[in-house]
């Protein structure tokens, strides 16, 4: 090959090793350029035999070569840069070479054309032909990458007559309708102008996970870290600034796209409307699935949640399966009418719409029907004006807002995995009391958690954990016998337990009180608690010598610590955001956490036992 290219150039003109690799890369990372060039009916496959003269030119620049040399490398070459991967070579300077020599001949690195150059609508006329895609049209973006910082490059969409469909970088569109194409794509649209690679989304999604970073933060995060002092070029439309906002839409997309997977299907969302709106649909129906089916590790089993009882040949005789269920306030504004689930229009209201008629205008303190004040949201007595104005003092001030930050019991763990803690080495932070009354409420969460870490469910209570809520709860997550615990903590098991002594969906499950609140919390008077609700009452609770406990039991308080630390994260997102994102951050968690559990030899699963 190497004397058949030498034979090809002018008698003057030098081959290097230097001017072949760059050129075999650069030419490599332009084939969809090449290729929108040639004829509707050349094979996308098959190497053209010709290339523009901007190419050549460009091409000519980079690797010190004459245009006719150009031209003999590509009659040499052409098979090998079309079936070759891209810096197969690891050239270092290409994105400095194209800044250089590219953008004048509208020529930029890492162009976004569509996985294929042909139709893939089944009957369309030219999906039958095989054509090649041949009307394009093409936009200034920006691409955040995680190795050369932001990008100025192009995205460029195909049209089909046919069909009448779009095909972008990510998906197509048609009849108004963005589908996305099927499996994770390297590079994400994250608003009008804006791409991200996925590695970057998935880098902030890590640290979402591991260090309770919010998504202005992440957008902080690159901007200050990766963006590596990059300036937009003199001619192009948008800055390099990366938003909240483009996190969010990364994040929703990546997580949707895993979902989709899952359930083998594929993303569909209205093309119409903006960012934040389109894909609100997928994001209510992923966030109902949930709930009615619970977390895709609700059927989890282990050896350090579950015991297995066997007889002498090795064959299981029964199981006896641990679960712990606690609160924790993580929440966001809802509707002040106790037990509303309606959403609020914004997140600044006090009432949602079906309740604003009614409730809209009285006074915010608790049990007053008098009527607001224009411009202030209580009435005319001096007392209630009086708690509003402690109320905005409170609000402007330094140290009560600090206070506040305490008072939501935000918490950042050392590690985001939940660890074998000493019941020496936990602490009773007794919830502090609100000392004004002003009617906005917010919603908090209920965890069942296994024994080993693992989240199996979370559950949204309006206004408070109640004992009843909690009980609905446990009947509606566990309603198959299979995935049924055989015990259950809780710090209020002496009241759930009265209330279910009569109740045969309990009959066989154990209801007692963690082993760190029942020394600290429950009256040794309590006869019932005492009788009904002592761990120490469970052969199966205690470890093969019976000293100590089989059971992580405190693991639910642990894991509220962790997930406490997305309280400043979620407490302003809208209903539909706040769930998304923390069914997320349960299934990533559950995801770091069964690794763990593989790591540690503890056989994982799913029911029924394999």
Same mark, same amino acid.
């Given at each position: ?66 245009? /006719? ?65 041949? &009307? ?37 569109? &048609? ?249 020496? #080495? ?37 206004? +408070? ?32 337990? &009265? ?14 009180? #963690? ?7 429950? +009256? ?28 992580? /039991? /405190? ?56």
């Amino acid at each position: 090959m190497l004397q058949a290219l030498q034979a090809e150039l002018s008698p003057d003109s030098l081959l290097t090793f230097s001017s072949l690799f760059r050129f075999i890369t650069l030419a490599s990372a332009l084939r969809n350029d090449i290729l929108l060039v040639q004829g509707a009916s050349h094979p996308p496959n098959i190497a053209p035999e010709f290339i523009s003269p901007a190419i050549n030119l460009f091409l000519a620049a980079c690797c010190d070569l004459c245009e /006719s040399d150009v031209d003999a490398y590509w009659k040499v070459l052409k098979d090998v840069v079309w079936h070759s991967d891209e810096d197969m070579f690891g050239v270092e300077d290409a994105s400095a070479l194209f800044a250089n020599h590219g953008r004048r001949h509208g020529i930029t690195p890492r162009a976004l054309y569509p996985p294929h150059q042909t139709c893939l609508t089944e009957g369309c006329p030219v999906h039958a032909k095989a054509s090649v895609l041949k &009307k394009a049209e093409q936009r200034q973006v920006v691409l955040y990458t995680l190795d050369h910082g932001p990008i100025a490059t192009y995205s460029i969409h195909l049209y089909c007559a046919g069909c009448n469909t779009n095909y972008h970088h990510g998906y197509s569109v &048609k009849d108004k309708i963005r589908t996305f194409y099927p499996g994770i794509p390297d590079i994400v649209q994250v608003g009008g102008h804006q791409f991200v690679e996925t590695r970057v989304v998935r880098m902030w999604r890590t640290l979402m996970l591991v260090s309770w970073t919010s998504m202005s933060n992440c957008a902080r995060l690159y901007n200050v870290a990766l963006m590596q002092n990059m300036k937009p070029p003199p001619d192009f439309p948008w800055n390099f600034e990366l938003a909240g906002d483009h996190v969010w839409h990364g994040f929703v997309q990546l997580a949707l796209m895993e979902d989709c997977i899952e359930r083998h299907t594929i993303l569909s969302v209205p093309q119409d409307g903006d960012q934040k709106a389109r894909f609100m649909d997928a994001i209510s129906e992923r966030n109902n699935r949930i709930r009615t089916y619970g977390q895709e590790e609700l059927r989890h089993y282990c050896n350090k949640c579950t015991r297995f009882h066997r007889d002498d040949s090795g064959a299981l005789t029964s199981k006896y399966s641990v679960v712990v269920t606690d609160g924790v306030t993580v929440g966001h504004p809802c509707c002040a009418v106790h037990n509303c689930h309606a959403p609020l229009n914004n997140n600044r209201d006090h009432f949602c719409p079906a309740h604003t008629a009614a409730h809209g205008y009285k006074c915010a303190i608790i049990a007053c029907s008098n009527d607001a004040l224009a411009k202030s949201k209580v009435c005319h007595l001096d007392e209630h004006k009086a708690v509003e104005h402690t109320y905005r003092l409170r609000g402007q001030s330094r140290f009560q807002l600090q206070q506040r930050l305490q008072r939501s019991q935000v918490a950042h763990p050392t590690d985001s995995v939940a660890q074998d803690v000493p019941l020496d #080495d936990l602490v009773d932070d007794a919830p502090l009391e609100e000392d004004y009354v002003l009617n906005v409420d917010a919603d908090g969460r209920q965890l069942i958690v296994a024994p080993c870490g693992m989240i199996l469910a979370r559950e949204t209570f309006y206004g +408070a954990e109640g004992v009843g809520s909690v009980i609905e709860m446990i009947k509606r997550i566990f309603r198959t016998d299979d995935i049924k615990p055989q015990h259950i903590f809780y710090d209020n098991n002496c009241a759930l337990s &009265k209330m279910v002594k009569n109740d045969p969906y309990f009959k066989n499950i154990g209801l007692s009180v #963690d082993v760190f609140h029942f020394n600290c919390k429950h +009256a040794v008077t309590d006869r019932w608690c005492q009788e009904n609700c002592n761990p120490a009452a469970f052969d199966d609770l205690l470890s093969e010598d019976g000293v100590g406990w089989y059971f992580n /039991s /405190s693991v639910a308080e642990q894991t509220n610590v962790w997930f406490g630390g997305y309280h400043a994260i979620c407490r302003e997102m809208i209903v539909h955001r706040y769930r998304f994102f923390l069914d997320e951050m349960v299934m990533q968690k559950n995801k770091l956490t069964k690794a763990k559990l593989e790591k540690e030899g503890r056989c994982p699963g799913n029911w029924p036992l394999a």
